[in-house]
């Protein structure tokens, strides 16, 4: 148990509305990682970060934003969602020995 | 860019006989690489992880793994498939530029477990 929590566990929004996920880890691991799981394409980096207010895009980064404002918590925003962003999302640390990454248990995000 | 391939989308075996399930990776450098199993709505479990060394590396639940970089494979074996293995599979490979250790995915393997 690598202590990451993710919340909500299962929301339903419509087009348009913003939408903020938490991911919230406990042993103050400096790397974080937002995914997208859609069938057919396995899981796809969205946006991570490399310490507090330190962020980077990963290859799926349009239409999201992210912030890190604490250790512990990385939020991923959708600004205005659409069904397009109907998806399972991820949470990860970067931990171990070398450097593995542990998965949250998900959120699944449907979009109407 | 780095790329992983899992051609087999299902794969159905019966309990006790032997697995393999095939991830072909593109890496320019010596990869990084995992398999990760999740089973129905959970998260990922890191099976395995290779990094370098010695070419088959073992994991949790009885699994391994043999690195061939001739044949840009990471294959994940089980001598005796449980019912429990019945999951969906992902191999993973590590793109280490630009910081952080960013994970592709393969597209997955569903596995079937027939009693």
């Known amino acids: 148990d690598a202590g990451i929590t993710q919340s909500p566990r299962h929301k339903v929004t419509e087009t348009g509305t913003p939408v903020t996920l938490r991911c919230h880890q406990t042993?103050?691991?400096?790397?974080m990682y937002w995914y997208r799981q859609d069938p057919g394409h396995g899981l796809r980096l969205i946006h991570y970060?490399?310490?507090?207010?330190?962020?980077d895009k990963g290859e799926v980064s349009d239409g999201y934003s992210v912030s890190r404002s604490k250790t512990e918590d990385f939020l991923l925003t959708l600004e205005s969602a659409t069904s397009s962003q109907t998806s399972v999302y991820f949470c990860?640390?970067?931990?171990?020995?070398?450097?593995?990454?542990?998965f949250g248990p998900g959120t699944r995000l449907t979009v109407l | 860019a780095q790329s992983v391939t899992q051609p087999d989308i299902h794969i159905t075996v019966s309990e006790g006989a032997s697995l393999e399930l095939r991830c072909n990776y593109s890496y320019g450098a010596t990869p990084y690489l995992f398999w990760y199993v999740q089973s129905p709505g959970q998260g990922l479990q890191l099976l395995l992880k290779?990094?370098?060394?010695?070419?088959l590396v073992q994991g949790i639940k009885g699994f391994e793994a043999e690195f061939k970089r001739s044949q840009s494979s990471f294959n994940l074996r089980k001598p005796s498939v449980h019912w429990s293995d019945a999951a969906e599979y992902f191999c993973?490979?590590?793109?280490?530029?630009?910081?952080?250790?960013?994970?592709?995915f393969g597209t997955g393997t569903q596995l079937k477990v027939e009693l």
């Open positions: 970060s490399y310490g507090v207010k330190d962020t």
């Open positions: 042993e103050n691991h400096r790397y």
């Open positions: 993973a490979v590590v793109d280490l530029t630009g910081g952080g250790n960013k994970l592709t």
């Open positions: 990860a640390i970067q931990a171990g020995s070398y450097n593995e990454q542990f």
């Open positions: 290779y990094f370098s060394g010695d070419t």
